[in-house]
């Protein structure tokens, strides 16, 4: 063997060989150095999704789209406008724990080359249940329509709804989507899209969260009305001593601005707010009164829903007027034979109206006028009530009348001494006992029959 190896050289040729390899080593050292290098914006591929919704029922909320990554290899490979194409970065999620979180997962890179190496690299990633819910539309008209017009309330009309879906918890804080479209100069009805972000409910827009909706836009009708200035009416009953030809009627506001459909406003000539009864009416007083408003119409922004109504005399009629304060008052307690109250009058008298000539005005007894009561204190019960009364004249001169009104007066029903305003609390005032012993000592119906002697 030795000879063979001596006879051949083999040594000579192995140390050859050796020293061969290291020279294409160092030559390739020289020629072809090794380098790093960054490489940014590596598209990221995320896998295991499936796994992660059918075994925990959670889904990828958040996870970069791209990676920065640095890589170490040849300078030939590195440099090499092919390498880009050939690495892939994918981000497995399969593994993740069944808790709804922010995991930091690593990211495994493959550079397509065994030369080439990149570097350790982790990404944050989101992960949460993901639900639905729905959620209104708003919109609300901006801008001016053109002159003597108003919009109406913006209709959506595709959906007046919308699906939204994300993270339960991030789904929670929105309210509803709005949207805004402009009126500007338009001068009929219109339909138009609409964009629409979502809200909170303290009317602010939601940005940077996970959830997303099943569209960005909505179709929208939005009204547009015409203005019409109608007058306001009434109706005048005539009495006995004032007729309509008499008296003038004064209604505040005279007009009111309507919206509506312009073929039901055109069909419009006034409003009648209803009938005044000149016998029950009082002359200088102004009456509220509702105004009705025909199908299809509404009133303008701004715009009152009652008038005021006055009835004046004119200076040419010899109508006068006199406004006297009745004192007298007759109570009549339909529960007296069994009342265990005392009644009190606490109103001390009520203004009322004659009307009629200056003269015959002026002859009327005002001890004649009366003002009846009816009530039933076992009804009423401890405490201050207000009863209506009824007006009562006898012996009016002649072309004198009443003008009939409701009457209203204040009454206190307080307990006997054998029965307590209350059987389980003491009087809510603090009166003490001596108080009430003296209103027993006199019969139920004195103190009413004080206050009415001179009817």
Known sequence: MKEFMKKHDVWLRLLSLVLAFILWIIAREVDNPTRTASINDVGITITGEEELLNNYGLSVIECPETVDITVRGPINEISNSRLRSRIVA?????????????????????????????????????VDKVTTATVPVRVEATGVPAVGYRAGTPEPTTTKEITIEGPASELAEVAYA??????????????????????????????????????????????????????LAVTLADGDTLTSEQVDV????????????????????????????????????????????PDGVRLDEGQPS????????KEEESVSTRSVQVTNFVPTD?????????????TESVEIELRGG????EQVD?????????????????????????????GLPAGVTLVEQDVEVEIRITGSGEEAPSEEEPPADGAPSDEGQGDQSQPDETQPGESGADA
Do not use: K, W
């Open 90 to 126: 994918t981000v497995n999620v399969a593994d993740v724990a069944d808790v709804a979180g922010e995991y930091t997962l690593p990211v495994r890179i493959t550079t397509g080359s065994v030369d080439v190496e990149a570097n350790s690299v982790s990404v944050r990633v989101l």
């Open 178 to 231: 709005y949207g805004t479209v402009d009126v500007g100069g338009s001068t009929s009805t219109f339909t138009n899209e609409c964009r629409i972000t979502l809200y909170n409910d303290a009317g602010e827009p939601i940005t940077g969260t996970h959830v997303s909706s099943q569209t960005d836009t909505v179709t929208v009708r939005v009204p547009i009305y015409p203005v019409e200035s109608i007058p």
């Open 366 to 394: 005002v001890s004649a006028l009366s003002i009846g009561l009816t009530y039933d204190s076992v009804s009423l019960g401890a405490g201050t009530h207000t009863v209506r009364g009824v007006i009562a004249a006898t």
């Open 358 to 361: 200056a003269s015959a005005l």
């Open 250 to 293: 004064n209604i505040d506001p005279q007009t009111i601005s309507l919206l509506g459909d312009q073929n039901t406003l055109a069909g419009i000539t006034e409003i009648n707010l209803g009938t005044i009864d000149l016998d029950t009416v009082r002359t200088d007083v102004p009456i509220e009164m509702e105004i009705p408003l």
């Open 306 to 313: 009652s008038a005021q109504v006055t009835i004046t005399v």
């Open 334 to 346: 339909t529960a007296q034979s069994e009342t265990p109250y005392t009644v009190e009058i606490l």
